[in-house]
């Protein structure tokens, strides 16, 4: 049971102190010295690597799997990178991050930023595409957490492109903790040996991946506020404009990416493994020699310490590639097989024209026996290598087919025991979640007017497009809910509507979707969910949260802001009266001609609020003081068992107890432990007049003296009147 | 010498139900005894109710002279210990391969339900038995738990207690003293986490149990009134403990005179179904005619929401100890029809119509039971019973009934299948309000001038009533009705 505080006064409002969440056993480790043993997760130690590296500055936007170090980073600046000297932001979007990068373009800056790919990337483009062009004096580094794959929560496209258009070195390194350390520091000297910006991706899993690495030292940037640059410097040859756009394009052939390769082969950040010198091998990106490595040992071509007599070829760095060390690789060989994730094959592609070029005897392998598209998972590799062995290896070729065989047989036995496909469980909202109500008032509205088309954007927000709501018919990115509906209300006659949080607003959603709407005219009802944080991606501070992430006291208004842009139409529901709101919502969409109406909801992230109201109910038991405990429940005699109220609500919270009646068809409703009493049920069975079933329970404890004595005589009433 | 391969353990988990932290628990352990481990997640969405896995893999080696190689990913087949926090989520694994003759699977046998399962009117659940016989058919050996009993009376989360059951297993080298530590080093909720991890390394050394799943509770008959059990007892074997159960229950709901009418009604469908000795029609109508008889209008409700023990129960569902204060409020909203329901015919009728397409309003009520004020005001809303034969609901739901069952025996004449289809349309009386209002439209759409429609075209009516009946379980809000108007374009 959740436990709702008798007091809100006595909690601090939203974001007051920035701490909802800790990291102080993270921000610990930060601190670790030379010769001392890190132990924890990749992401983290990755952070580490940017302190030893000697970073001057770090920004960065929050999305699964770089959320971490954002919030590690934000915990870590007062005790860590303030005395150090080192500057931190949680910039406004990848965009703004990117332009942070602009300080190592003039200045022998080093500094990182980083963000979920391929969206984040995606989103500061322009600004890459800049810095790329005008190249650095600093080490600049981008890390990229690569979303591909299982749970992956965006469009599954490559960085890689992006490196390629812009010239930007890219490094996918091997996921050993100790060498992913390594290569991340070495990126800052690979991105001051060739004057450009480097990107350094891991994929999501990598980044959860737990692991240890001897620390050194944090180094302290060249200049802060301690000991400041001496000049601010203006050399115009780094400004994207002609005649500079020019050399800035033809020194990147001849001068920067040459570097780049040249520091790639001094510095051996790829690796080669001769193995037995036969004459094949495989060529693959550094992220997936785990997983090709897995396969090779599942099928008896290595041991578990990776020992084999395979000839191995692993690209921590997949742009730029290094002709000479292909060439040297492909020289002997007949045939290579590449392991190269997602499309398209970029790097296959180029290790033909090289092998074209020089004139290199060796057949490249690669997506023929692998998926063009998907991820890489350790099964999906070993059957491409399997393959490929079995044509290519006439050594190896026998077992691997036996054992190949028999892998697959025995799943096959267990898949055949299955006579049941499992459930789908995809995401959906928390238990209390003040977004589902409004889904719930949209629903109700769609029964009164038909079914509209809703707009939908990034976020928790998103989760509505599945059951139990049904609710968006396009998503196009981050804070685009309202323009994306743009053309369509005209097509269906009928007024826009679009969704956004309060994360997609203050991202993009003001200038993108608001400012164009009212600007252009648009009949569009736009809903923004203000629940305080950028709370898909673990309850992040927005600009609008109260504070910053570190807790500095800054509120930027919504409503100010579309006032400043002329919206008047603009009412504030309360999420969890979902009558009150689908009132509003009716008004929004019959006021024609009123151009741009808004409807915010503010209700708090109900993650965000249980984690603070806990605190206060734990220290009130402890002190013995009054305390209530809420939940709702369901009265099996009176449910009917239809189940309209799940598909008005779909809570974790709301599910099934088997039926005792024989006359109820099937189980009836029943309120589970994890209800956090948010109101919603009493609501939708309220403003739906859906269902008497509902009651509301509050337990209060410690009663005071005058509360345990009108409770007495209530109770002798209710025996007296047979109650009880 | 060296081992051959790391061990490897894949947890499936929801969001919210701990898993993470159970990782952290198998990764600390691993590094207290001296075994390298590389662990994994997926974080993202994981606190959102979604499947989500997590996995181990430990080098069953201690402080071994080369670093293993380990993999992110499980694989097919190389899945030592499998540990799941929701029986279906095995369902998931064995699919993708994972699980095979070597693994070793760790299940709670209680399901936890998914939205699209819940969405369903009627029994849309998945039984669990059927994966937990699959999984105990593929797996070297499986042990399934009584998740409640291992959450305790506190309800603490389940993932301590598959910590204790997978260090019972053996699987990993890890010793009881490295798990606890590991729960201590945690340092949040220890008190509660070893009590789980104990209570899990007992119930996995437990005996195996059968694959069998609580999703079904025993159905509770009640006998028949002394009155009418003569009656009840005429009645063809199949048919009694139904026919008696509802005859209790409209004795309950209104009299032995109202009971009488059930067991009239229903003696009219036995009569003309002789030919089936299993009764499917007339036990059928048995329990729909019994559900719909007692239609659950506010005076219904309000006698259900005052029965005596009701606040004691809630009180024990909550846990709540004696020396709290207990406050219930209910929410009824009787909708404007139902309030228009308790007044007589003739003035109902001169109520204005509702404007269609409009939510219609009616009185919110919050009352708060658990005073003695609100108490009796629910109590003297029950009281009404005596007014309910004259109100304009009643007259409505028995025009209603009547009509059905005109159709069941027209049905019933003709064609045994089409009866029990028919009969079972009354599935449509359901729900409250506006759901109920829609519910009643739709099976009178299809039940009405039955005898004319059957005449005319059998086969197109037996199609109409499969329809209904479908579109009852699947599409009970009449959601796909709106896609299937939308227009093609050119």
């Known amino acids: 049971m959740n436990i709702v505080a008798q007091l809100q006064g006595q909690i601090g409002p939203i974001g007051a102190s920035g701490m909802e969440r800790s990291f102080a056993r993270q921000v610990e480790k930060l601190k670790l010295g030379e010769g001392e043993t890190f132990e924890g997760e990749a992401i983290l130690a990755i952070t580490k690597a940017l302190l030893q590296a000697g970073v001057s500055y770090v920004g960065g936007y929050p999305g699964a799997p770089m959320s971490h170090l954002m919030d590690v980073l934000a915990e870590a600046r007062g005790p860590v990178l303030q005395p150090m000297g080192v500057m931190f932001e949680q910039s406004a979007s990848e965009a703004g991050a990117a332009a942070l990068l602009g300080a190592s373009i003039q200045y022998p800056l080093r500094g990182a930023v980083t963000w979920k790919s391929i969206v984040g990337t995606n989103v500061a483009s322009d600004a890459l595409s800049n810095i790329a062009s005008s190249g650095v004096t600093g080490g600049a580094v981008i890390v990229v957490g690569e979303d591909y794959g299982e749970g992956a929560s965006v469009i599954q496209e490559r960085t890689h492109a992006t490196a390629l258009k812009s010239s930007i070195p890219l490094l996918d390194p091997r996921y050993k903790m100790s060498r992913l350390v390594e290569l991340t520091e070495q990126a800052f000297d690979l991105s001051e040996a060739c004057e450009l910006p480097v990107i350094v991706s891991i994929r999501i899993r990598a980044a959860h991946m737990t692991g240890k690495f001897t620390c050194k030292d944090n180094r302290r940037p060249a200049y802060g506020p301690k000991g400041p640059f001496p000049k601010p410097r203006n050399a115009n040859d780094r400004i994207v404009l002609p005649p500079s756009t020019y050399i800035h394009e033809k020194e990147k052939v001849e001068k920067r990416l040459p570097a780049a390769r040249q520091f790639i082969l001094d510095h051996g950040i790829n690796e080669t493994f001769p193995g037995d010198g036969r004459r094949i091998g495989i060529i693959m990106q550094g992220g997936t020699y785990g997983v090709v490595q897995r396969a090779m040992r599942r099928l008896g071509a290595s041991d578990a310490f990776g020992e084999t007599p395979m000839p191995l070829l692993v690209l921590n760095a997949i742009h730029p590639l290094v002709p000479d060390q292909i060439e040297a690789f492909l020289a002997d060989k007949d045939c290579v097989l590449v392991v190269e994730e997602g499309n398209p094959p970029f790097i296959e592609r180029e290790l033909r024209a090289i092998a074209q070029e020089r004139r290199l005897d060796c057949r490249i392998r690669g997506k023929d026996v692998l998926p063009e598209a998907g991820e890489y998972v350790a099964d999906v590799v070993r059957n491409g290598l399997a393959a490929f062995l079995a044509e290519e290896d006439a050594d190896l070729g026998p077992e691997v087919r036996d054992r190949q065989k028999a892998i697959e047989k025995a799943a096959d036995k267990a898949r055949a025991s299955l006579t049941v496909v499992p459930p789908t469980r995809p995401p959906g909202f928390c238990t209390g979640c003040p977004e589902r109500p409004i889904f719930t008032a949209l629903k109700l509205l769609q029964r009164e007017r038909g079914a509209f088309h809703i707009s939908s954007d990034i976020g928790c927000n998103t989760f509505a497009a599945l059951p139990p709501f049904n609710m968006g018919s396009t998503v196009l990115g981050y804070g685009l809910g309202l323009a994306s509906g743009g053309a369509i209300g005209n097509a269906l006659d009928q007024p826009v509507v679009a969704i956004m949080g309060d994360g997609g607003f203050w991202h993009n959603g003001l200038t993108s979707s608001a400012v164009n709407a009212q600007w252009n005219g648009h009949e569009a009802v736009l809903i923004v969910l203000e629940n305080g944080y950028a709370a898909a991606t673990g309850q992040q501070h927005v600009p609008s949260t109260g504070s910053t992430a570190w807790g500095r006291p800054a509120k930027i208004s919504i409503t100010q802001a579309l006032r400043a842009i002329g919206v008047t139409w603009l009412r504030r529901v309360s999420a969890y009266d979902v009558a009150a709101t689908l009132k509003t919502l009716r008004a929004a969409f019959d006021a024609t001609g009123k151009g741009l109406r808004v409807v915010l909801s503010d209700a708090e992230c109900m993650l965000a609020r249980q984690r603070r109201e806990r605190k206060v109910t734990a220290d009130r038991r402890k002190a013995g003081l009054p305390y209530v405990q809420a939940r709702y429940g369901v009265d099996e005699e009176v449910c009917t068992g239809d189940h309209a109220c799940m598909r008005l609500s779909g809570c974790p919270s709301l599910t099934l107890r088997p039926a005792r009646d024989p006359l109820k068809e099937g189980p009836t409703a029943t309120v589970d432990q994890s209800c956090v009493a948010c109101n919603l049920c009493g609501e939708v069975a309220q403003a739906a007049a859906l269902c008497p079933s509902f009651y509301k329970a509050e337990v209060i404890h410690n009663p005071r003296a005058w509360r345990k004595i009108s409770d007495r005589v209530n109770r002798r009433m209710l025996d007296w009147l047979g109650a009880s | ?490």
């Open chain 2, 1 to 490: 010498m060296s081992a051959e391969r790391p061990l490897c353990v894949l947890i499936a988990a929801l969001g919210g139900q701990g898993g993470g932290v159970l990782l952290d628990w198998l990764v600390e352990a691993a590094r207290h005894d001296g075994y390298p481990a590389q662990a994994t997640s997926i974080a993202g969405v994981a606190q959102r109710t979604g499947a989500t896995t997590y996995y181990v893999e430990l080098f069953p080696e201690r402080e071994p002279a080369r670093d293993p190689v380990f993999s992110l990913f499980p694989s097919a087949g190389e899945v030592d210990l499998f540990a799941t926090l929701e029986p279906t989520e095995a369902a998931r694994a064995i699919e993708l391969g994972y699980i095979g003759g070597d693994t070793t699977a760790l299940t709670v046998r209680e399901r936890i339900f998914s939205t699209a399962e819940k969405m369903l009117p009627g029994d849309g659940r998945l039984p669990a038995e059927p994966v937990l016989e699959a999984l105990q058919r593929a797996t070297k050996r499986t042990v399934i738990f009584d998740g409640k009993a291992l959450a305790g009376e506190t309800g603490r989360q389940l993932n301590a207690a598959m910590f204790g059951a997978i260090a019972a297993t053996g699987v990993l080298p890890l010793s009881e003293d490295a798990c606890r530590a590991a729960i201590k080093a945690s340092g949040v909720a220890v008190e509660a986490n070893l009590e789980g991890f104990a209570a899990g390394l007992e119930a996995a050394g437990a005996p195996e149990k059968a694959a069998t799943a609580d999703g079904t509770a025993n159905l509770e008959y009640d006998p028949a009134p002394a009155a009418l059990a003569a009656r009840v007892n005429a009645l063809p074997a199949p048919v009694q403990a139904m026919a008696g159960h509802g005859a209790a229950r409209l004795v309950d709901y209104q009299d032995e005179r109202y009971a009488g009418l059930y067991l009239n009604r229903l003696a009219g469908v036995v009569a003309l179904e002789s030919k089936d000795e299993a009764y499917p029609v007339s036990v059928a109508v048995a329990q729909r005619l019994a559900a719909w008889m007692a239609f659950e209008d506010v005076i219904r409700v309000a006698q259900l929401k005052t029965r005596p023990g009701r606040l004691a129960r809630i009180r024990a569902d909550l846990g709540a100890p004696e020396d709290t204060t207990l406050v219930v409020r209910d929410f009824l909203k009787p909708g404007r029809e139902e309030l228009e329901g308790l007044l007589p015919p003739w003035l109902a009728r001169l109520m204005p119509k509702p404007k269609p397409g409009k939510l219609r309003k009616g009185l919110k009520l919050r009352v708060r039971t658990s005073t003695a004020g609100g108490w009796l005001m629910l109590r003297a809303l029950a009281k009404l019973k005596f007014w309910r034969r004259r109100t304009a609901r009643y007259g409505r739901e028995q025009v209603a009934i009547e009509d059905w069952l005109v159709a069941v025996l027209a049905a019933a004449k003709h064609d045994p299948a089409l009866a029990l289809d028919t009969a079972n349309l009354a599935v449509w009386a359901r729900g409250y309000g506006d759901t109920r209002e829609r519910g009643l439209d739709r099976l009178a759409s299809v039940s009405g001038d039955f005898d004319k429609q059957l005449a005319a075209d059998g086969p197109a009516l037996g199609a109409n009533v499969g329809a209904a009946l479908s579109a009852a379980y699947k599409d009970p809000d009449g959601e796909q009705d709106h896609d299937q108007a939308e227009p093609t374009g050119r």
